[in-house]
């Protein structure tokens, strides 16, 4: 009903704020947008679930997220999907995996600076009911 879409719009409203916050960070560029399968045409092989920042940014818009816990589960794929694609010890690699790691970082630490668990249980909550 009423307070439940007002709730998910505030939701939504959340996401969109740290995926913007994450989407203007120079440290995250490789992140903003799906890995170019021509340039890296082995990526799919590799990665099975691919994800970034701007198709966050896209499932939001789609009502895709009903809980903060279901968009962190796609916005961990973003860092994991980087450890895995760039496990060697060359440069590119390392640097590629230093990013990863400062995304995660910076992603759990904006949304336990700025989620009230209580408006997470009630989004968890309402989960339920449906
Ligand atoms: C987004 C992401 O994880 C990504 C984009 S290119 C890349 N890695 C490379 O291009 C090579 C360096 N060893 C493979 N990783």
């Given at each position: 009903e009423e307070q439940e879409e007002d709730m998910?719009?505030?939701?939504?409203?959340?996401?969109?704020?740290?995926?913007e916050r994450l989407y203007l960070d120079r440290r995250f560029k490789t992140f903003t947008k799906p890995v170019d399968t021509v340039q890296v045409p082995d990526y799919l092989q590799v990665i099975k679930q691919p994800m970034d920042l701007s198709s966050l940014l896209?499932?939001?818009?789609?009502?895709?997220?009903?809980?903060?816990?279901?968009?962190?589960?796609?916005a961990d794929l973003i860092w994991n999907n980087a450890l895995t694609y760039n496990p060697d010890s060359a440069t590119l690699d390392r640097k590629i995996r230093h990013r990863a790691h400062a995304l995660k970082d910076a992603l759990h630490a904006i949304i336990r600076e700025h989620l009230d668990p209580e408006f997470e249980k009630a989004c968890e909550a309402m989960k339920e009911r449906r």
């Open positions: 998910q719009r505030e939701l939504r409203c959340f996401l969109r704020h740290i995926t896209t499932n939001i818009d789609k009502h895709k997220y009903i809980t903060v816990n279901e968009f962190v589960r796609d």
